[in-house]
């Protein structure tokens, strides 16, 4: 008597089991939900990082064995529970409609995102049977698909908004030095790709075979033991950077010059310091731009001259055509503007309206309040400041990788980020921007002076090692000797080859196990690919 159609159905069952939810629906949205506001828990401010891991690993097993609508439904709940926690700031001054618009959008985004996290746990089980593909395969598969989803809200719409990407968690982790070799989209790749490998092995039951755990851990070790890319210390640069803490604000009460004279005066106890290569404000650091003001030009000629050293400056600038740029000026006595850098992409929302006509029949209220529009720069983002090269990001220019490498390979020695967080006081804002350019001192293993026309501002070293600072709300000034470093990271030349290559072989690895496991199971199908109480599984 044959006993091929007992092993089939043998078979079979075994890849239901494999492809089955371990846990009903309700608890999968209640767990999922509950995920994204302990992944919150891992970024600034509550800063405890190893509940990044413990977010992504809450969000992935409520997705194994999900049907693609059952995903979808998981995957919101999740980005809600992150998002509405993660940018509650954006709420601050103008209210719900913006967060909610936000957090709804990035949310559908982590929707789509869980979806083909799904597919994975459903399709490459069918694909192979193979014990080492679930522990290693597997999970690498899944990582990819959440750096497919992360590369996504990074890039649309307007530009995208890769702000709360697993890697900003881990600024001050000991996988930190991960962003040196492979950036933000590595160091993410790794850490889900850990969570979703002790979930497999969980679910494997490991424990009985201690090889199992060979993949995890041999990920684990090097991840944590790998020193950063080590660069080239070039020399020192003495920077002198003043939060003025002027009344910088989008609604605070001013009159033109305040923002001006709050900077002057946080200045003055430098202007003695000897020594000074270059002084740096903050974005808006000027409400009076000098290229179109003779009294604001004598302002910084007369700085740039008692201290002996350029200024490097922000303000609001208008060009021949009458179009706004928020921009950066390099200042020096008798000479005025040497070099400019604008801001290469503007906040959507915040400093422009894309799409105005819809979005000024929706809610009017809201886009009247900014009457008028950035437009981005195009001027390479460094300058040559006291005879070093200094790459340029203007507040959240800094959360988009393209920029940091190009002022990198432009041969920028030192970073000067400017910001104004005066619109997010007494929020978390600030400190999550703080992590992002504590990251980027490490992947590019340079220095960063980070000033703020509020604060918290600090000077970071290539190690990711705070060693100046001001506190928030508070006027004042520092003067730093900061470490200059030449010689590129592999992040740096590696660049968006990295996150290319994750989507693509992400996108083709699951496009294989789905059309394997169709061909493994195409001659005997079973019940077994509906879950989640009868839903359909398609």
């Known amino acids: 008597m044959s006993t091929a159609p007992m092993r089939t159905d043998a078979a079979a069952e075994a890849s239901a089991d494999r492809t089955r939810p371990v846990m009903p629906l309700w608890a999968a949205l209640l767990v999922s939900a509950l995920g994204g506001v302990v992944y919150d828990l891992g970024f600034p401010g509550a800063s405890v990082w190893p509940l990044a891991f413990v977010g992504i690993g809450m969000a992935l097993v409520s997705l194994i064995g999900r049907s693609s609508w059952a995903a979808f439904h998981i995957g919101l709940v999740f980005g809600l529970g992150f998002y509405l926690t993660h940018v509650s700031w954006t709420s601050l001054y103008l209210g719900p409609v913006p967060w909610l618009a936000l957090s709804i959008l990035q949310s559908l985004f982590v929707a789509g995102g869980a979806v083909l996290i799904a597919l994975a746990y459903r399709w490459l089980p069918r694909a192979t049977s193979s014990r080492w593909a679930r522990l290693v395969l597997l999970p690498l598969l899944v990582a990819g698909l959440w750096i497919v989803r992360e590369t996504a809200t990074g890039s649309i719409p307007y530009g995208g908004f890769p702000w709360g990407r697993a890697a900003l968690s881990q600024s001050e982790s000991p996988f930190a030095q991960v962003v040196s070799w492979v950036g933000s989209s590595g160091l993410g790749l790794v850490m889900v790709a850990l969570a979703a490998g002790v979930i497999e092995w969980v679910r494997l039951r490991g424990w009985r075979d201690v090889r199992s755990a060979v993949p995890v851990v041999a990920l684990l070790v090097v991840a944590v033991a790998m020193p950063a890319w080590p660069t080239t210390p070039t020399g020192e640069l003495r920077v002198a950077s003043v939060q003025g803490n002027g009344p910088s604000g989008y609604f605070d009460e001013r009159e033109p010059g305040d923002i001006l004279a709050a900077q002057l005066d946080a200045t003055e106890p430098v202007l003695d310091e000897p020594g000074i290569d270059v002084l740096l404000w903050p974005e808006g650091g000027s409400d009076v731009d000098p290229t179109r003001s003779a009294e604001a030009a004598r302002t910084f000629d007369d700085l740039s001259e008692r201290l002996g050293a350029p200024v490097v400056l922000n303000t609001v600038t208008v060009d021949d055509e009458e179009r706004f740029y928020n921009t950066s000026l390099l200042w020096e006595s008798g000479a005025g503007a040497v070099d400019r850098f604008s801001k290469r992409n503007p906040v959507p929302f915040g400093e422009y309206i894309p799409d105005r006509w819809f979005y000024d029949a929706l809610v009017p209220e809201l886009t009247g309040l900014i009457q008028r529009g950035y437009s981005p720069g195009t001027e390479p983002p460094v300058f040559d400041v006291g005879g070093a090269v200094a790459g340029l990001a203007i507040c959240f220019d800094v959360i988009y990788d393209g920029l940091i490498w190009e002022g990198a390979r432009d041969g920028a020695e030192v970073y000067l980020l400017q910001t104004n967080n005066a619109d997010f006081r007494g929020t978390d804002e600030n400190q999550q921007q ?73 996108i083709g690895g699951l496009i294989a196990v789905g059309v394997r496991g169709r061909t493994q199971n195409a001659p005997r199908r079973t019940g077994s690919g509906r879950g989640d109480g009868g839903e359909s599984a398609v």
Do not use: K
């Open 434 to 506: 703080l992590a992002i350019a504590r990251l980027r001192a490490i992947e590019t293993g340079r220095s960063v002076v980070n000033i703020s026309t509020v604060g918290t501002s600090q000077v970071i070293d290539p190690t990711g090692r705070t060693v100046d600072e001001l506190p928030a709300y508070e006027a004042g000034a520092m003067v730093t000797d900061v470490e200059l470093r030449g010689g590129l990271t592999p992040a740096v030349v590696l660049g968006g080859f990295v996150p290319t290559l994750t989507v693509i072989a992400a």
